[in-house]
């Protein structure tokens, strides 16, 4: 009986994901238009909250939709009568009578046994001890009565850790606007899982989200931001928040774009949510793009090609059919299909335009050039002529995260996961001049702290974009880059100088008294800026001053707590030694505090994360 109701449960697992892959390409492909539209929304019944990626289904058919971030949907159905089915993983589906064309309100009922099953059956529990492996993270997925080996692979992340100002003043890091770790950490969530500790990523998860930072008023591109207050997790700390903003540029204001789909159709990619999700988030990019703008395609698995020469796209309709031709099989020449990609970009080169190569894949590049420092050296040789390369990351089960992230840093480029055709309407969509427009390269941050106030601190995430403090003025060293709207967030803890260690000896060799400034001063620190224009080589700076004045946490922004409850939220996923007071009701607490209006639901979703990610933590612990 037991056995029964777990293969239940694991197919309307299956069941709601395939339906909502399947609508979704009904959606992008403007099928199952009928008569009469109707609209509602779906919110959690417990507390209110809208529940985005819930299928909705015209009972009887594979008609339906998905509702957006923020619990909304439209239908189109031909008549009153018909029952629609509400359905997403960790609630109880809902029927509901169409007896009217009102706007539709469904209230889900968490279904906790449900999601306890699912854990159970498709993850075998979970031990205590969490998994570091370098370079690599893999474990055993049963599902039914076949086992399959789980490969994927992310890079290593040891924490940062408190550093003496005394000892060392300087903080020097490459900015970093990759989003792709919160999408990651919500597949994993919501496949009832926790996730990797190396695949999550703090900094990444922070600047998923957007902040209300202002435009920039000058002519640098960017605003640069800051806010300062008690540390939610150790209220003896503080916690700073630098935030900075990149102009937004309206899309007739985007120059031409010359674009290489390099996508990967191995074997590998044959799954619903890797190449058919893959060919309907191009899709949606290929409706933001102008007739100006061009679009080829090169392929890759046993050997690689160019599937569509480089193509206006007032011919829409030709890519979308060389897109819809695809199809997986065969093995990974990832580096072949690197280098043809290049070359078609470089024929086709616009001169002051956007050239991109956006690379689709799960990143199992398994034939050709398939080490991590090959691939490297293979995009730092291409990208100083003028050719950006973004990585857009598909599926699950032997994805690699580790490639795909050198690929984007080393190319100039941003790197996505995308988990759902929601994913992929923020990512090519509503973020579509960011994705493909970059604003700012070589973009590095230096904070020097005042031994005066601050003892230590601590920079949260940004583990793989540390810079040596000489590197700051070394317009040769590589940085990160800033696309059109991006925002970049960064939070240090700070332990002020009225928590030094007590009996602190006296240095032999070297003097520790401050300078007559640093005494007199209301200085925290100093925060010094580098960028490059997207076709300079020489770096701009900029210098600006960070106050001791604090505001209680009560009355700070709601981006201030929504970003702290963030961090939190990685912590705790990692089980951070730094974690201090967190705990998952408190940070939930604190993530409702920050919602804020929440107009697209992103903030919302995370709130429903944190439930879920708690529910799965007591019961991994409880093995």
């Not at 029927?95 to 064309?101: A, G, M, P, T």
């Not at 590049?365 to 995009?379: D, P, R």
């Not at 002529?385 to 840093?409: C, H, R, T, W």
Request: aromatic share 8%.
């Amino acid at each position: 009986m037991i056995k029964n109701m777990k293969q239940h449960i694991l197919i309307q697992l299956f069941k709601v994901t395939f339906l909502a892959l399947f609508i979704g390409c009904l959606q992008v492909n403007g099928f199952a238009q009928t008569n009469i539209k109707v609209e509602g929304i779906v919110i959690s019944k417990i507390d209110k909250l809208p529940i985005p990626g819930v299928s909705i289904i015209i009972k009887g058919t594979s008609k339906g939709t998905v509702t957006d971030f923020n619990g909304k949907f439209q239908l189109a159905v031909d008549s009153t009568g018909i029952t629609l089915e509400a359905m997403y993983i960790g609630y109880k589906s809902v029927d509901y009578k169409l007896n009217n064309f009102n706007k539709i309100h469904i209230e889900l009922e968490e279904d906790t046994e449900s999601l306890e099953e699912v854990i159970v059956v498709a993850y075998g529990g979970r031990s205590k001890g969490r998994r570091s492996k370098k370079m690599s993270t893999s474990s055993v997925i049963s599902i039914g009565s076949n086992n399959s080996v789980n490969t994927e692979s992310y890079a290593e992340v040891s924490e940062n850790t408190f550093h003496k100002v005394t000892k060392k003043p300087l903080s020097t890091f490459s900015v970093d606007v990759d989003r792709a770790s919160y999408s990651n950490v919500r597949r994993n969530l919501n496949n009832g899982n926790l996730p990797p500790k190396d695949a999550v990523r703090i900094e990444e998860m922070i600047n998923y989200f957007d902040y209300s930072y202002p435009q920039p008023i000058t002519e640098v591109p960017f605003s640069i931001n800051h806010e300062l207050s008690l540390c939610p997790w150790n209220e003896e700390n503080l916690l700073l928040k630098i935030g900075l903003q990149g102009v937004k540029m309206e899309r007739d204001e985007l120059p031409s774009s010359n674009i290489v789909f390099l996508i990967d159709v191995s074997g590998s990619m044959s799954n619903q949510n890797k190449l058919p999700l893959l060919k309907s988030s191009f899709k949606m990019l290929l409706n933001n793009l102008n007739e100006k703008d061009r679009v080829a395609i090169v392929v890759y698995a046993g050997s690689s090609g160019l599937k569509l020469p480089s193509t206006k796209c007032s011919n829409k309709a030709k890519i979308i059919e060389a897109l819809d031709n695809l199809e997986a099989g065969g093995s990974t020449a990832g580096g072949e299909g690197l280098k043809l990609a290049y070359k078609v970009a470089k024929q086709n080169f616009i001169k002051k335009g956007n050239n991109r190569i956006i690379l689709a894949t799960d990143g199992d590049f398994n034939v050709g050039v398939s080490s991590n420092e090959a691939m490297e050296e293979l995009i730092t040789e291409r990208r100083d002529e003028g050719i950006a390369i973004s990585v857009l990351g598909f599926g699950m089960g032997n994805y690699q995260d580790d490639k795909m992230e050198i690929i984007a840093d080393k190319g100039n480029g941003n790197y996505a996961y995308i988990d759902n055709l929601q994913e992929a309407q923020k990512v090519l969509v509503k973020e579509f001049g960011g994705t493909l427009m970059t604003i700012a390269k070589d973009v590095k941050f230096q904070l020097e702290f005042n031994p005066k106030f601050v003892a230590k601190y601590r920079l949260i995430g940004y583990e793989n974009r540390l810079l040596e403090d000489e590197d700051f003025d070394d317009d040769k060293k590589d940085a990160g880059e800033i696309g059109a709207g991006h925002s970049v967030t960064a939070l240090y803890e700070i332990v002020p100088v009225i928590k030094k260690t007590r009996n602190m000896s006296e240095l032999k060799y070297q003097s520790t008294e401050l300078t007559e400034y640093a005494k007199n001063s209301n200085d925290l620190l100093t925060l010094k800026l580098r960028y490059k224009q997207p076709t300079k080589s020489k770096s701009n700076l900029i210098e600006t001053v960070v106050k001791s004045n604090y505001k209680p946490l009560s009355e700070t922004t709601t981006d201030f707590k929504f970003t702290a409850s963030i961090a939190e939220f990685g912590m705790l996923l990692r089980n951070s030694e730094f974690k201090g007071s967190s705990s998952w009701d408190t940070v939930i607490q604190l993530a409702k505090e920050g919602r804020g209006t929440d107009e697209e639901g992103y903030r919302s979703e995370m709130i429903r994360l944190l439930k879920v990610a708690k529910s799965l933590d007591v019961k991994y612990e409880n093995k």
